[in-house]
Nanobody
Framework: QVRLVESGGGLVQAGESRRLSCAASGSIFSIGTMGWYRQAPGKERELVAT???????NYADSVKGRFTISRDNAKSTSYLQMNSLKPEDTAVYSC??????????????WGQGTQVTVSS
């Protein structure tokens, strides 16, 4: 089994920075794309950023230039550096990862989510 655990959430002031981490553990043969999503109250979950195994990144327009996704393959961990935070960034942030098995299959796993609240 594979487990993803997020950390780094909390309450921050507008304009401040925060870094989220997502650590994968368990039966991992390989990890493909890793991603971060968020869901604000009353809204649907939306993509924030993704990073492929080769380091190619993709961002939602709303966070471009402010957020940076990265990964440490040796630690099976992805990071989301969030700068210049705005109240509208308030949401539950969840990570996912496409985990490969030695048999060639790939499964997408999700973390439990971490709350980020940005006060004005």
């Amino acid at each position: 089994q594979v487990r993803l655990v997020e950390s780094g959430g909390g309450l921050v002031q507008a304009g401040e920075s925060r870094r989220l981490s997502c650590a994968a553990s368990g039966s991992i043969f390989s990890i493909g794309t890793m991603g971060w999503y968020r869901q604000a109250p009353g809204k649907e979950r939306e993509l924030v950023a993704t990073i492929t195994s080769s380091g190619r990144t993709n961002y939602a327009d709303s966070v471009k230039g402010r957020f940076t996704i990265s990964r440490d393959n040796a630690k099976s961990t992805s990071y989301l550096q969030m700068n210049s935070l705005k109240p509208e960034d308030t949401a539950v942030y969840s990570c996912n990862a496409d985990v490969g098995t030695r048999y060639g299959n790939s499964y997408r796993y999700w973390g439990q989510g971490t709350q980020v609240t940005v006060s004005s």
